[in-house]
Nanobody, 126 residues
Framework: VQLQASGGGLVQAGGSLRLSCAASGISLHYYAIGWFRQAPGEEREGVSLISRSGDSTFYADSVKGRFTISRDNAKNTIYLQMNSLRPEDPAVYSC????????????????????WGQGTLVTVSS
């Protein structure tokens, strides 16, 4: 399985970006997907996750109400719509796949995830 995140870039504070996570090698509908981010010098932080069907989602408190995760299994792609971006949001954002969906904060423990993709850099200017 290969995962590739894309859609990052430079945006002004208050702006929006939509990240995509595309897969090759396997159908993503077998997996729950999580988005993670890591800023320089910081630990990796779980941002959001979505169940296989897309009917269950979870968000970290730091992004709740601003970010929306969704998936299009027909396109084998997961999205992260990021609105109202803040100066504390810049990081490399990565997607990861797991066969074990837990619909709360435990679901964002990195060790649950077996497949990790290349990240995409998000920069926010104030």
């Amino acid at each position: 399985v290969q995962l590739q995140a894309s859609g990052g870039g430079l945006v002004q504070a208050g702006g929006s970006l939509r990240l995509s996570c595309a897969a090759s090698g396997i159908s993503l509908h077998y997996y729950a997907i999580g988005w993670f981010r890591q800023a320089p010098g910081e630990e990796r932080e779980g941002v959001s996750l979505i169940s296989r069907s897309g009917d269950s989602t979870f968000y970290a408190d730091s992004v709740k109400g601003r970010f929306t995760i969704s998936r299009d299994n027909a396109k084998n792609t997961i999205y992260l719509q990021m609105n109202s971006l803040r100066p504390e949001d810049p990081a490399v954002y990565s997607c990861a796949a797991t066969l074990s969906f837990i619909g709360d904060s435990r679901g964002l423990i990195p060790s649950l995830y077996t497949q990790w993709g290349q990240g995409t850099l998000v920069t926010v200017s104030s």
